[in-house]
Protein backbone atom coordinates (compact mmCIF):
# COMPACT_ATOMS: atom_id res chain seq x y z
CA UNK A 1 0.00 0.00 0.00
CA UNK A 2 1.16 3.47 -1.13
CA UNK A 3 1.97 6.06 1.20
CA UNK A 4 2.88 9.43 1.41
CA UNK A 5 3.61 11.78 4.44
CA UNK A 6 4.87 15.45 3.95
CA UNK A 7 7.35 16.80 6.24
CA UNK A 8 8.41 20.40 6.37
CA UNK A 9 8.19 23.65 8.66
CA UNK A 10 4.94 24.43 10.10
CA UNK A 11 5.23 28.28 10.67
CA UNK A 12 7.14 30.64 7.71
CA UNK A 13 7.49 34.49 7.84
CA UNK A 14 5.72 36.26 4.98
CA UNK A 15 8.17 37.03 2.33
CA UNK A 16 10.18 33.87 3.20
CA UNK A 17 10.16 30.69 1.43
CA UNK A 18 8.37 27.35 1.90
CA UNK A 19 9.79 24.46 1.76
CA UNK A 20 8.26 20.74 1.97
CA UNK A 21 9.10 17.10 1.37
CA UNK A 22 6.69 14.32 0.74
CA UNK A 23 7.89 10.66 1.18
CA UNK A 24 6.59 8.09 -0.39
CA UNK A 25 6.69 4.34 1.14
CA UNK A 26 5.22 1.19 0.28
CA UNK A 27 6.30 1.83 -3.64
CA UNK A 28 8.41 3.24 -6.07
CA UNK A 29 8.31 6.64 -7.20
CA UNK A 30 9.52 5.73 -10.64
CA UNK A 31 6.77 5.63 -13.06
CA UNK A 32 4.44 8.03 -11.73
CA UNK A 33 3.21 11.71 -11.76
CA UNK A 34 3.14 13.31 -7.97
CA UNK A 35 1.47 17.06 -7.44
CA UNK A 36 1.21 19.08 -4.68
CA UNK A 37 -2.05 20.43 -4.16
CA UNK A 38 -3.15 22.66 -1.40
CA UNK A 39 -6.55 23.62 0.91
CA UNK A 40 -6.62 27.28 2.79
CA UNK A 41 -8.67 26.81 5.93
CA UNK A 42 -12.30 26.43 5.31
CA UNK A 43 -12.06 26.46 1.61
CA UNK A 44 -11.91 24.54 -1.61
CA UNK A 45 -8.99 22.45 -3.10
CA UNK A 46 -5.96 23.95 -5.36
CA UNK A 47 -3.34 22.15 -7.12
CA UNK A 48 0.03 23.90 -7.62
CA UNK A 49 1.91 21.41 -9.65
CA UNK A 50 3.29 18.16 -10.70
CA UNK A 51 6.43 16.56 -11.30
CA UNK A 52 7.21 13.40 -13.42
CA UNK A 53 9.93 10.70 -11.61
CA UNK A 54 12.16 12.21 -14.53
CA UNK A 55 12.20 15.24 -13.16
CA UNK A 56 10.01 17.03 -15.70
CA UNK A 57 7.21 19.44 -14.74
CA UNK A 58 4.05 21.55 -14.75
CA UNK A 59 2.61 24.23 -12.51
CA UNK A 60 -0.24 25.95 -12.21
CA UNK A 61 0.28 29.19 -14.10
CA UNK A 62 -1.59 31.33 -11.37
CA UNK A 63 1.45 30.20 -9.30
CA UNK A 64 3.84 29.28 -11.64
CA UNK A 65 6.17 32.29 -10.93
CA UNK A 66 7.06 31.46 -7.19
CA UNK A 67 6.57 27.34 -7.45
CA UNK A 68 9.53 24.93 -7.47
CA UNK A 69 9.05 21.25 -7.64
CA UNK A 70 11.67 18.95 -7.58
CA UNK A 71 11.98 14.54 -7.12
CA UNK A 72 14.72 12.58 -5.44
CA UNK A 73 14.36 9.23 -6.84
CA UNK A 74 17.10 7.68 -4.56
CA UNK A 75 15.11 8.57 -1.74
CA UNK A 76 11.45 8.30 -3.12
CA UNK A 77 11.08 11.99 -2.12
CA UNK A 78 10.13 14.86 -3.88
CA UNK A 79 9.70 18.86 -2.78
CA UNK A 80 7.77 21.78 -3.34
CA UNK A 81 9.47 25.39 -2.96
CA UNK A 82 7.27 28.47 -3.02
CA UNK A 83 8.96 31.68 -2.06
CA UNK A 84 7.46 35.28 -1.51
CA UNK A 85 4.86 33.79 0.86
CA UNK A 86 1.99 35.71 1.90
CA UNK A 87 -0.77 35.22 4.53
CA UNK A 88 -2.63 34.33 1.36
CA UNK A 89 -0.82 31.24 0.75
CA UNK A 90 -1.57 29.79 4.62
CA UNK A 91 -2.63 26.18 3.81
CA UNK A 92 -2.99 22.48 4.16
CA UNK A 93 -0.50 21.34 1.92
CA UNK A 94 -1.47 17.75 0.03
CA UNK A 95 1.22 15.69 -1.54
CA UNK A 96 -0.49 13.28 -3.84
CA UNK A 97 0.12 10.44 -6.18
CA UNK A 98 -1.52 10.37 -9.90
CA UNK A 99 -2.61 6.94 -11.45
CA UNK A 100 -1.44 5.98 -14.74
CA UNK A 101 -4.46 6.75 -16.51
CA UNK A 102 -4.41 10.55 -15.66
CA UNK A 103 -1.27 12.43 -14.39
CA UNK A 104 -4.04 15.27 -13.39
CA UNK A 105 -6.33 12.77 -11.26
CA UNK A 106 -5.16 11.55 -7.47
CA UNK A 107 -5.10 8.29 -6.20
CA UNK A 108 -3.37 8.29 -3.35
CA UNK A 109 -2.59 11.50 -0.72
CA UNK A 110 -0.50 12.49 1.89
CA UNK A 111 -2.21 13.50 5.58
CA UNK A 112 -1.54 16.86 4.81
CA UNK A 113 0.66 19.54 6.82
CA UNK A 114 -0.34 23.08 7.80
CA UNK A 115 1.40 25.81 6.96
CA UNK A 116 1.13 28.91 8.41
CA UNK A 117 2.33 31.88 7.03
CA UNK A 118 3.28 34.87 9.69
CA UNK A 119 3.96 38.84 9.50
CA UNK B 1 -9.03 27.40 -16.83
CA UNK B 2 -11.92 25.28 -16.57
CA UNK B 3 -14.38 26.97 -13.46
CA UNK B 4 -16.39 23.99 -11.92
CA UNK B 5 -19.47 24.99 -10.15
CA UNK B 6 -21.00 22.32 -8.10
CA UNK B 7 -25.00 22.60 -6.35
CA UNK B 8 -25.74 22.37 -3.96
CA UNK B 9 -23.38 23.87 -1.78
CA UNK B 10 -24.24 22.40 1.54
CA UNK B 11 -27.19 19.48 2.01
CA UNK B 12 -29.07 17.87 5.17
CA UNK B 13 -30.19 14.67 4.44
CA UNK B 14 -31.15 11.52 6.59
CA UNK B 15 -29.63 7.84 7.10
CA UNK B 16 -30.95 6.00 3.95
CA UNK B 17 -31.74 9.36 1.68
CA UNK B 18 -30.84 9.01 -2.26
CA UNK B 19 -28.91 12.51 -2.42
CA UNK B 20 -27.54 14.02 -5.74
CA UNK B 21 -24.91 16.38 -5.82
CA UNK B 22 -24.13 17.85 -9.51
CA UNK B 23 -20.95 19.79 -10.97
CA UNK B 24 -21.03 21.78 -14.09
CA UNK B 25 -17.84 22.81 -16.10
CA UNK B 26 -17.52 26.01 -17.50
CA UNK B 27 -16.39 24.12 -21.11
CA UNK B 28 -16.86 20.54 -22.59
CA UNK B 29 -14.29 17.90 -20.07
CA UNK B 30 -15.28 14.90 -22.16
CA UNK B 31 -16.27 12.63 -18.78
CA UNK B 32 -12.29 13.62 -17.33
CA UNK B 33 -14.17 14.11 -14.39
CA UNK B 34 -13.27 12.74 -10.86
CA UNK B 35 -15.40 13.24 -7.54
CA UNK B 36 -13.65 13.36 -3.97
CA UNK B 37 -15.45 12.58 -0.42
CA UNK B 38 -13.53 15.12 2.31
CA UNK B 39 -13.90 14.30 6.28
CA UNK B 40 -12.78 17.24 8.72
CA UNK B 41 -9.13 16.84 9.17
CA UNK B 42 -8.56 14.34 6.34
CA UNK B 43 -6.97 14.28 2.89
CA UNK B 44 -9.55 13.77 -0.45
CA UNK B 45 -10.24 10.65 -0.90
CA UNK B 46 -11.31 9.33 -4.41
CA UNK B 47 -14.54 7.77 -5.40
CA UNK B 48 -15.01 7.97 -8.67
CA UNK B 49 -13.40 8.78 -11.98
CA UNK B 50 -14.25 9.40 -15.84
CA UNK B 51 -17.16 10.54 -14.53
CA UNK B 52 -18.96 6.94 -13.91
CA UNK B 53 -16.04 4.65 -13.18
CA UNK B 54 -16.07 3.34 -9.32
CA UNK B 55 -12.33 3.42 -7.78
CA UNK B 56 -11.45 0.28 -6.30
CA UNK B 57 -13.36 -0.41 -2.98
CA UNK B 58 -15.41 2.36 -2.70
CA UNK B 59 -19.06 1.14 -2.02
CA UNK B 60 -21.62 1.01 -4.86
CA UNK B 61 -24.01 3.17 -3.38
CA UNK B 62 -22.21 5.94 -5.29
CA UNK B 63 -22.88 6.47 -8.54
CA UNK B 64 -21.90 8.83 -11.00
CA UNK B 65 -23.51 10.25 -14.43
CA UNK B 66 -23.28 12.91 -16.89
CA UNK B 67 -21.56 14.08 -19.92
CA UNK B 68 -20.06 17.30 -21.67
CA UNK B 69 -20.66 20.02 -19.00
CA UNK B 70 -22.70 18.89 -16.47
CA UNK B 71 -22.19 15.67 -14.10
CA UNK B 72 -23.73 14.00 -11.34
CA UNK B 73 -23.02 12.58 -7.86
CA UNK B 74 -25.11 9.98 -6.50
CA UNK B 75 -25.51 8.03 -3.30
CA UNK B 76 -27.92 5.86 -3.42
CA UNK B 77 -29.26 5.48 0.40
CA UNK B 78 -26.91 7.39 2.93
CA UNK B 79 -25.01 5.58 5.24
CA UNK B 80 -23.53 7.48 8.69
CA UNK B 81 -20.20 7.70 7.25
CA UNK B 82 -21.18 9.28 4.00
CA UNK B 83 -21.38 12.47 6.00
CA UNK B 84 -18.74 14.68 4.63
CA UNK B 85 -17.93 17.62 1.98
CA UNK B 86 -17.44 16.36 -2.01
CA UNK B 87 -15.61 17.52 -4.46
CA UNK B 88 -15.67 17.53 -8.18
CA UNK B 89 -12.40 17.57 -10.22
CA UNK B 90 -12.03 18.29 -14.02
CA UNK B 91 -8.50 16.92 -15.23
CA UNK B 92 -9.81 17.28 -18.70
CA UNK B 93 -7.08 20.20 -19.18
CA UNK B 94 -4.09 21.70 -16.54
CA UNK B 95 -4.38 23.36 -14.54
CA UNK B 96 -6.85 20.88 -13.21
CA UNK B 97 -9.59 22.53 -11.10
CA UNK B 98 -12.10 21.60 -8.43
CA UNK B 99 -15.09 22.81 -7.03
CA UNK B 100 -16.21 24.37 -4.27
CA UNK B 101 -17.37 21.78 -2.53
CA UNK B 102 -20.78 20.01 -1.36
CA UNK B 103 -21.29 19.69 2.68
CA UNK B 104 -23.43 16.77 3.52
CA UNK B 105 -24.75 17.01 6.54
CA UNK B 106 -27.33 14.78 8.77
CA UNK B 107 -30.75 16.12 9.27
Known amino acids: QVQLQESGPGLVKSSETLSLTCTVS????????WSWIRQPPGKGLEWIGY???????NYNPSLKSRVTISVDTSKNQFSLKLSSVTAADTAVYYC?????????????WGQGTLVTVSS | DIQMTQSPSSLSASVGDRVTITCRAS??????LAWYQQKPGKAPKLLLY???KLESGVPSRFSGSGSGTDYTLTISSLQPEDFATYYC?????????FGQGTKLEIK
Open chain 1, 96 to 108: ARSPIISRLLFDY
Open chain 1, 26 to 33: GGSISNYY
Open chain 1, 51 to 57: IYYSGST
Open chain 2, 27 to 32: QGISNS
Open chain 2, 50 to 52: AAI
Open chain 2, 89 to 97: QQYYSTPNT
